[in-house]
């Protein structure tokens, strides 16, 4: 009996469209993949405008908002992963956030 392993190809995104409740990626391979925006307290308490900045860490590999100082790897959307910060990390950044 043989076994087939496929070879995995890394994900890359291209675009990212973020709205009150999801975020959405666009990679190019032709793929979309939309999780709550909930994984990603950071987002949630952004602007419209501080969530449409956004750009992409390498050839696509991550996304980095810098006016949240958000950033997500391609590999833990797609593994399903919301983010791993800490809720007194949030509250602390909360409290340094400047009122908008």
Do not use: C
């Amino acid at each position: 009996m043989s076994i087939s392993v496929a070879e995995i190809q890394p994900a890359f995104a291209q675009h990212i469209t973020v709205n009150e409740d999801s975020l959405t990626v666009d990679f190019i391979d032709g793929r979309t993949i939309t999780v709550p925006l909930e994984w990603y307290p950071r987002l949630v308490y952004g602007t419209p405008e501080e969530r449409n900045n956004w750009q992409l860490i390498g050839k696509g590999e991550g996304i980095h908002w810098p006016e949240l100082d958000e950033d997500i790897s391609v590999e833990n959307l797609l593994a399903g992963k919301p983010s791993g910060e800490s809720q007194s990390s949030l509250k602390r950044w909360l409290q340094l956030r400047p009122k908008k």
